[in-house]
């Protein structure tokens, strides 16, 4: 089985379809970690407003690619029909906007926890080897 999901499996994966997928691929996946690639600057952003694509968003981000983690564990990579975003904190942003950055930029998501009814994930958003944003999350997926 290979580490990496295309464009196509990423999205059959996520509650978020078309545009508010914004995951592109898996780079490396397996035990606690995964790192994807996204591309924020693409045109259909739907988080893009007047100014760009805030740094804010990098918490979406990172929660997309905690769920695609905490979904690739199982063993019939069954998807998500659902998912909340129960808490944010220590979040850090290093940047304004993510759009304005080198892309594609690299999201990558550590599991601190995880149980049957909640997964709580460390992660990082890099634009090269520039830090963007970090933080933890926690999420519940349905």
Do not use: W
């Not at 940047?95 to 550590?110: E, G, H, I, K, N």
């Not at 992660?123 to 349905?142: M, N, P």
């Amino acid at each position: 089985m290979s580490d990496r999901l295309n464009r196509h499996e990423v999205e059959r994966l996520l509650p978020q379809k078309g545009a508010m997928c914004l995951i592109d691929a898996v780079l490396e996946r397996g035990g606690e970690r995964i790192v994807c690639i996204a591309d924020a600057a693409r045109s259909d952003n739907p988080l893009r407003n007047d100014h760009g694509v805030s740094v804010v968003h990098s918490v979406e981000y990172g929660a997309q690619a905690a769920a695609l983690h905490r979904l690739t564990l199982n063993a019939d990579h069954g998807a998500a029909t659902g998912g909340l975003l129960l808490r944010v904190r220590d979040v850090h942003f290093f940047s304004d906007y993510l759009d304005r950055l080198p892309q594609p930029l690299t999201v990558s998501a550590r599991c601190a926890a995880a149980s049957s009814e909640a997964s709580r994930y460390r992660f990082e958003i890099r634009a090269l080897d520039f830090i963007v944003s970090s933080g933890e999350l926690t999420l519940k997926l349905t």
